[in-house]
Nanobody, 124 residues
């Protein structure tokens, strides 16, 4: 699976962005999809994940209520809608895919494939 993330950019605090991650191949629906981010000088951290069908979603506490993850299996794409952005949301955002549908969706080491990352910058 190859993942291509896009949609990052510069936005003012309080604004919104929608990230997209397109996957190659015909097995997209077999993967749990996740978004992670890495801020300057910090370790990469979990942001959100979505089950194979899209019926279950999971969020980091820091983004809960502001970000929404969704997927369109017909388009092989996962999205991250980010609202009420804060300067502390500034980071490179990565999408990732894992075949194992068990728990621990927040553990990045369990993800099999990674996109190249897209930069989100939130100005104050």
């Amino acid at each position: 699976v190859q993942l291509q993330a896009c949609g990052g950019g510069l936005v003012q605090a309080g604004g919104s962005l929608r990230l997209s991650c397109a996957a190659s191949g015909r097995t997209f629906s077999m993967y749990v999809m996740g978004w992670f981010r890495q801020a300057p000088g910090k370790e990469r951290e979990f942001v959100a994940a979505i089950s194979r069908s899209g019926g279950s979603t999971y969020y980091a506490d820091s983004v809960k209520g502001r970000f929404t993850i969704s997927r369109d299996n017909a388009k092989n794409t996962v999205y991250l809608q980010m609202n009420s952005l804060k300067p502390e949301d500034t980071a490179v955002y990565y999408c990732a895919a894992k075949l194992d549908a068990s728990s621990h969706y927040y553990t990045q080491q369990l993800y099999d494939y990674w996109g190249q990352g897209t930069l989100v910058t939130v100005s104050s």
